[in-house]
C-alpha cells in the first residue's frame, strides 16, 4: 500500500552512464592544464636554478635576504655572506632567485 512500484530502466543505460562522466572528465583535464602542469613547471625551472648555483652568484632568499654565495657545498647547503665578514649558512631549497650570475672563468 505505501510501497510505490519499482519500473525498470530502458536499455541502453550505457551510454548514459558514459555521458555523465564526461563533466568530471572534462574538469581534471582543465585542472590539469590550468594547475598542475605550470605547477611542476615552475618546479623543474626552479630545481635547475637550485642546481646551476656557484661561488660568486647574488641571490634572494626566501627570508627577504640578499647575499653572495661563498660556498657550495654537496649536502644542499649554501654559505652565504650577508655582509662584511658575516657568513651564513643556508639551504639551497631556500632560495628565490639569482640577482646576478658571476662569469664562468675562462680555460
Do not use: W
Amino acid at each position: 500500500m505505501f510501497v510505490t512500484p519499482a519500473y525498470a530502466q530502458a536499455a541502453g543505460g550505457g551510454a548514459a552512464a558514459f555521458t555523465s562522466f564526461v563533466p568530471l572528465i572534462l574538469i581534471f583535464a582543465i585542472m590539469y592544464f590550468l594547475l598542475i602542469r605550470p605547477q611542476q613547471k615552475k618546479l623543474k625551472e626552479h630545481k635547475a636554478m637550485v642546481e646551476a648555483l656557484r661561488r660568486g652568484d647574488q641571490v634572494l632568499t626566501q627570508g627577504g635576504i640578499v647575499a653572495k654565495v661563498t660556498k657550495v657545498m654537496e649536502d644542499g647547503m649554501l654559505e652565504v655572506e650577508i655582509g662584511d665578514g658575516v657568513k651564513v649558512k643556508v639551504l639551497r631549497h631556500t632560495i628565490v632567485q639569482v640577482m646576478s650570475k658571476t662569469e664562468p672563468a675562462a680555460a
